[in-house]
T-cell receptor
Framework: GQNIDQPTEMTATEGAIVQINCTYQTSGFNGLFWYQQHAGEAPTFLSYNVLDGLEEKGRFSSFLSRSKGYSYLLLKELQMKDSASYLCAVRDRVTGGGNKLTFGTGTQLKVEL | DADVTQTPRNRITKTGKRIMLECSQTKGHDRMYWYRQDPGLGLRLIYYSFDVKDINKGEISDGYSVSRQAQAKFSLSLESAIPNQTALYFC?????????FGEGSRLTVL
């Protein structure tokens, strides 16, 4: 099975940089996703990593190390609207073919003035 | 208009009632999913479907059933609702990459 760990809550200041970590244990890793979810709304896709390294998309970047079972989401130039829950999700190959996607419990980020 | 639409958005019902949550999509994706979200828990998969003739159980399918009436429609039923099925339910679709979620259906079972 999978075990995904991410911090429950984080607080950061507007304009600053914050790093949200995600560690996982899996037997057939096949990709890691980050989603953003504002309170009471649908999760929306932020990034996808399947190979080691950094993927950059504007103010958001995501890093993956498969050997360490570790990813982080980096948010730069924080804005108040970045206050949300950030969900790490790991895709795992399963016996018999196909994939299974497992979500972490999410990191609630609060951006303060 | 949203690409993935869920109805109803909010529902309060009583224990033992039958409830149906409906999902329709305009993205043209074959793969559709139903998740539930509870505070302190990650999104958990209830059922998924890769086409009209394909229905698969997820990790928490007990107490639920689904119907894939067409490529664009995937409904979730609770035959006899119980209080621990109180949750936020999300429908999602996928092509080959990320999931696209509906806006959610908040269900309260009293």
């Amino acid at each position: 099975g999978q075990n995904i760990d991410q911090p429950t809550e984080m607080t950061a200041t507007e304009g600053a940089i914050v790093q949200i970590n995600c560690t996982y244990q899996t037997s057939g890793f096949n990709g890691l996703f980050w989603y953003q979810q504002h309170a009471g709304e649908a999760p929306t896709f932020l990034s996808y990593n399947v190979l080691d390294g950094l993927e950059e998309k504007g103010r958001f970047s995501s890093f993956l190390s498969r050997s360490k079972g570790y990813s982080y989401l980096l948010l730069k130039e924080l804005q108040m609207k970045d206050s949300a829950s950030y969900l790490c999700a790991v895709r795992d190959r399963v016996t018999g073919g196909g994939n299974k996607l497992t979500f972490g419990t999410g990191t609630q980020l609060k951006v303060e003035l | 208009d949203a690409d993935v639409t869920q109805t109803p958005r909010n529902r309060i019902t009583k224990t033992g009632k039958r409830i149906m949550l409906e999902c329709s999509q305009t993205k043209g994706h074959d793969r559709m999913y139903w998740y539930r979200q509870d505070p302190g828990l990650g999104l958990r998969l209830i059922y998924y479907s890769f086409d009209v003739k394909d229905i698969n159980k997820g990790e928490i399918s007990d107490g639920y059933s689904v119907s894939r009436q067409a490529q664009a429609k995937f409904s979730l039923s609770l035959e006899s609702a119980i209080p621990n099925q109180t949750a936020l339910y999300f429908c999602a679709t996928r092509d080959t990459g990320e999931l696209f979620f509906g806006e959610g259906s908040r269900l309260t079972v009293l």
